[in-house]
């Protein structure tokens, strides 16, 4: 896949731009026209570009920008929430969403077409996998999103999250480049600390995280305390199982100092019970933990229910009262099918005949 001009990291960049014999005292400009004011057309004619970049730029030799493009944006009733399906250059599509409030925006990142992971529950894992997107189509997400921030809020993006479609973790290097980029303070700026990546528990990229020199958030999807339920939701648990997991966790909380937190997602009868609670809080036991509780959001194919709203509180109350520190992610924008993949799922299902 070629890269685009998104994906360069700075010191790329200047090697880039330093092989095609250009002086690399154009990288600043460019850089900056590229990652911070978002230019996505006609670059060469960017302020502050000057003519031996902009002839470079015309040339076969320079990377493009990336096609991205929006082919449906749905509004949420909250009014700040919009989720985005983006067309990219070889006609395949993936999710973004923009959700928050004023000073609290957060773009919510695919990292892939699909995912190879087939949890049963989600949307995207219904789909199967695509191929795995490059850096710069990672990024060109989180620019749509601010520029829709900029155009219609006068804000900015604070957080980004790597919780659309796709594992992170299985696409390792494209997302730390991209994410890098993201966290330049030459480029959007966004504190390391405001970045979250999601993963269904892929280990060797949680200990891959936990030696990456700038310390991001970490975000272990669970759903289940025990092999034999876990594996049920989530069919890699075979491959990197509970024990396994936990231990990766418990050594990435040690290396980087920081608390993991861990999502479940609720599914009525299935894992919302007090007797799951109690397990979650016995699994977590001592460590620096934090957990996301999350409603499901139900899909077409799969037949499980969100949990009623009394075994939320009461799922919340026992790891509480363990001393779980805890979370209800409220279901924002669930009338614009924010669930991971469902709004391009949406799309693929047939029309209803009326
Ligand atoms: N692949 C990563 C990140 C993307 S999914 C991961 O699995 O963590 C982000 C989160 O959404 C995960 O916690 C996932 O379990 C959850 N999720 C997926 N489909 C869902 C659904 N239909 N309802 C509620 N949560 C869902
Ligand atoms: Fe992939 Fe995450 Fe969906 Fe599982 S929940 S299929 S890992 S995107």
Redesign the pocket.
């Known amino acids: 896949m070629i890269e685009t001009l998104e994906g360069y990291r700075y010191g790329a960049m200047e090697s880039l731009l330093q092989e095609a014999g250009v002086n690399p005292v154009h990288t600043r400009p460019l850089f900056s026209a590229v990652q911070r004011r978002l230019v996505n057309a006609c670059l060469g004619e960017a302020e502050g570009i000057l003519p031996p970049v902009a002839r470079w730029l015309s040339s076969e030799s320079a990377p493009p920008l990336c096609s991205i493009e929006q082919v449906d944006c749905t509004p949420s009733g909250d009014g700040f929430t919009e989720k985005y399906l983006l067309r990219l250059g070889d006609g395949t599509e993936v999710e973004s969403v923009r959700m928050g409030f004023p000073g609290r925006f957060t773009a919510c990142l695919s990292s892939q077409v699909g995912?190879a992971?087939g949890?049963v529950?989600?949307?995207?894992g219904q789909m199967g996998f695509s191929r795995h997107l490059s850096a710069g189509e990672i990024v060109a997400q989180a620019h749509h999103v601010e520029r829709s921030l900029r155009a219609s809020q006068g804000e900015r993006l604070r957080n980004i999250v790597?919780?659309?479609?796709?594992?992170?973790l299985h696409n390792f290097e494209p997302v730390m480049e991209a994410l890098d980029i993201l966290t330049d303070n030459r480029g959007l700026n966004i504190g390391p600390a405001r970045v979250a990546i999601?993963?269904?528990g892929h280990i060797p990229g949680i200990l891959q995280l936990a030696r990456h020199p700038k310390r991001y958030s970490l975000?272990v999807?669970l759903?289940g305390a025990s092999d034999e339920e876990r594996g049920a939701l989530i069919p890699v648990n075979k491959k990197w199982p509970l024990a396994d997991l936990i231990e990766a966790c418990r050594e990435y909380t040690a290396i980087k100092r920081a608390r993991v937190f861990f999502?479940w997602?609720l599914i009525g009868g299935v894992n919302d019970s007090a007797d799951h609670a109690h397990r979650l809080a016995v699994l977590l036991h001592g460590m620096d933990a934090h957990v996301n509780l999350?409603?499901?959001?139900?899909?077409e194919g799969y037949e499980g229910q969100a949990p009623e709203e009394g075994n939320i509180r009461e799922f919340q109350r026992i790891i509480q009262d363990s001393g779980l520190p805890s979370t209800v992610r409220q279901r924002r924008g669930i009338d614009v099918a924010a669930?991971?993949?469902?709004l391009k799922a949406k799309r693929r299902s047939p029309a209803p005949r009326l």
């Open positions: 995912c992971m949890c529950f989600c949307a995207t790597m919780m659309g479609m796709g594992e992170p999601s993963t269904v975000a999807s759903h999502a997602t999350i409603p499901l959001n139900a899909t669930g991971c993949g469902q």
